[in-house]
């Protein structure tokens, strides 16, 4: 349902940072056992297919840096910044609590730049806070020129301001810059506070720097003959402010840049970032080899270690595996045995076979929910298959549904697409048609599956159908008769009551009433829906939880 993310690298800048002995072959062969796609490799650039969680590879000082660990050519595992004194800091307003409370940075003195070098730092951090950052609501990354920023920094709120925005000539007022530029338009809702519209930003002893999380000041705009860097972390959390600051700290160790700290003080505390904590992850042997399915042995672990990043070592029995600062992914144990299953290497951990002592059988749910997919088949429906996995976006907003705290949330999702548990199916099929929207219509489809709900605190799962058509000649007796030869052919008693949904149209829409409970809704998509879906022709649709559908025993 969701892409992953497809990165370009400039081809002779990563083979550079990756160093002698790579060719197009070896990057494959290297790539495919990281378990990881290449999807191209032309004479100027390299197309990668990623996972969702590495996002310490979507710059290619990151997948060097990976790579080189993976073959053996790197001793690197611990990234440190040796001296403590801070090299900038930063006081926090009050005001800003009310939008983006928290804020992290970075000093880089001597950075290598050359314009490849830039182009890659500039990509990472768009593409890093278009996922993990939530399209800049969760984080946004700024980088400056260090040279051109003059002592006394603060981050506050403020109800206006003006100051030559990136890549403009002329000086301009906050507001005009959230009206009138692309970027401002495109991140407009990010500055809106409980009374309104309120600008954060951060300046310094001559004005203000960044508009945040939207636009940086042409004054310290970065260049390939910038040698000094200060980079902002700003967000909702402080600790994923604080874990990106030390992603982009051992970024710029590898390019061989000096770091430093910056002081970020609230007022009752102070913080230097990055923070970079040790941490460890302990676990025995005997529990990977048996979650892995093969011996491997003591020192065979630690070499495996080494080939994902981590510094390991042998305490009692155990291993204990430093996580790389770097890697946002790593949460707990699991996560680290499956990195020494991929050093292992898949193709050699022998699969073995499942022996049961009784056949099996289909369950009846199965087996009424197989017969209901063959009668949606038999009234002229397509069926299709989504993932589980969705946004508030696609499950509430755009189908104009109040978020009502129903959803199962994901805790640290690693891209704004997936961060919670679809409540319904309905927004996945109207997606589907708006994928497909150039064919011919009429489409008609539907899909069968679970869908997923907070009840008295604890996560409960249920069947569900949903089906939809897209068709100019659509209206809701087409929709009404789908509805009433499937409740027919099942043999389901049934009545039909008039509904309001803010999915459909006030009038053109019912209740599907089985034994006196609400078991579904039907009728036409409201015009609001299809628009933010993409959807030009007239659609209609209906949903219903299956498990009132089937007989009772």
């Known amino acids: 349902?969701?892409?992953?993310?497809?990165?370009?690298?400039?081809?002779?800048?990563?083979?550079?940072?990756?160093?002698?002995?790579?060719?197009?072959?070896?990057?494959?062969?290297?790539?495919?056992?990281?378990?990881?796609?290449?999807?191209?490799?032309s004479k100027e650039s390299i197309t990668v297919e990623l996972?969702?969680?590495?996002?310490?590879?979507?710059?290619?000082?990151?997948?060097?840096?990976s790579l080189r660990n993976f073959m053996h050519k790197s001793k690197r595992f611990v990234y440190e910044i040796a001296d403590k004194d801070p090299g900038l800091e930063i006081k926090v307003d009050r005001s800003v609590r009310q939008v983006r409370?928290?804020?992290?940075?970075?000093?880089?003195?001597?950075?290598?730049?050359?314009?490849q070098a830039l182009v890659n730092l500039i990509n990472f951090s768009e593409k890093f806070c278009e996922t993990y950052g939530r399209d800049r609501r969760k984080i946004a990354i700024g980088m400056h020129n260090l040279d051109a920023v003059k002592p006394g920094l603060t981050y506050r709120c403020s109800k206006e301001g003006r100051f030559v925005a990136l890549g403009e000539r002329d000086e301009s007022s906050y507001s005009s810059i959230i009206e009138t530029l692309d970027k401002g338009r495109q991140y407009s809702g990010l500055v809106k506070g409980r009374k309104g519209n309120v600008y954060p930003e951060l300046i310094?002893?001559?004005?203000?720097?960044?508009?945040i999380p939207v636009i940086n000041s042409?004054?310290?705009?970065?260049?390939?003959?910038?040698?000094?860097?200060?980079?902002?972390?700003?967000?909702?959390?402080?600790?994923?402010?604080?874990?990106?600051?030390?992603?982009?700290?051992?970024?710029?160790?590898?390019?061989?840049?000096?770091?430093?700290?910056?002081?970020?003080d609230y007022g009752k505390k102070q913080v230097d970032t990055p923070i970079l904590d040790t941490r460890y992850i302990t676990i025995p042997v005997v529990r990977a080899e048996r979650e892995i399915g093969v011996r491997i042995g003591y020192n065979n672990v630690i070499s495996l270690a080494n080939k994902m990043g981590y510094e390991a070592a042998l305490v009692d029995r155990k291993v204990r595996f430093r996580v790389p600062e770097y890697r946002l992914d790593v949460i707990g144990e699991q996560d680290v045995i499956e990195d020494l299953a991929i050093a292992y290497?898949?193709?050699?951990?022998?699969?073995?076979?499942?022996?049961y002592a009784e056949n099996g059988e289909l369950e009846e749910e199965?087996?009424?929910?197989?017969?209901?997919?063959?009668?949606?088949?038999?009234?002229?429906?397509?069926?299709?298959a989504n993932s589980y996995l969705t946004n508030d976006d696609y499950n509430f907003d755009r189908p104009r549904i109040k978020r009502d705290g129903s959803a199962v949330v994901i805790k640290n999702p690693k891209t704004e697409a997936i961060s919670i548990m679809r409540t319904w199916i309905l927004p996945s099929i109207l997606r589907d048609l708006s994928m497909s929207a150039n064919d011919r219509t009429p489409q008609n489809v539907f899909e069968l599956d679970l869908a997923f709900k907070v009840d008295r605190r604890a996560a409960k799962e249920s069947?569900?159908?949903?089906?939809?058509?897209?068709?100019?000649?659509?209206?809701?007796?087409?929709?009404?008769?789908?509805?009433?030869?499937?409740?027919?052919?099942l043999g389901v008693k049934y009545d039909i009551t008039e509904q309001s949904h803010g999915s459909f149209i006030e009038g053109r829409c019912a209740d599907i009433r089985i034994n006196g409970k609400n078991a579904g809704v039907f009728g036409e998509i409201h015009p609001e829906v299809l628009k933010n879906f993409g959807l030009e022709e007239a659609a209609v649709a209906f949903e219903m939880d299956v498990a009132a559908l089937m007989p009772k025993s």
């Open 463 to 489: 069947y569900h159908l949903a089906a939809a058509s897209l068709d100019p000649k659509a209206n809701f007796n087409n929709i009404k008769a789908t509805v009433e030869g499937l409740l027919y052919a």
């Open 101 to 115: 409370p928290f804020i992290a940075g970075i000093v880089a003195r001597r950075v290598k730049l050359d314009e």
């Open 1 to 41: 349902m969701y892409d992953l993310p497809v990165i370009s690298f400039d081809k002779k800048y990563l083979y550079g940072l990756i160093g002698e002995g790579i060719d197009d072959d070896k990057f494959s062969e290297q790539v495919s056992k990281l378990g990881f796609g290449v999807e191209e490799i």
């Open 218 to 264: 042409e004054r310290t705009r970065v260049t390939a003959e910038t040698k000094n860097m200060f980079v902002d972390i700003t967000g909702t959390s402080a600790y994923a402010a604080n874990k990106v600051s030390e992603l982009l700290a051992s970024t710029f160790i590898d390019m061989g840049a000096d770091v430093k700290r910056v002081r970020v």
């Open 51 to 65: 996972t969702a969680n590495r996002l310490d590879l979507l710059d290619a000082v990151g997948l060097a840096r």
């Open 204 to 211: 310094d002893g001559e004005g203000a720097i960044a508009l």
């Open 366 to 384: 199965t087996k009424f929910n197989r017969t209901v997919a063959e009668i949606m088949t038999g009234l002229g429906f397509s069926e299709f």
């Open 345 to 355: 290497g898949y193709d050699y951990i022998n699969p073995k076979p499942i022996y």
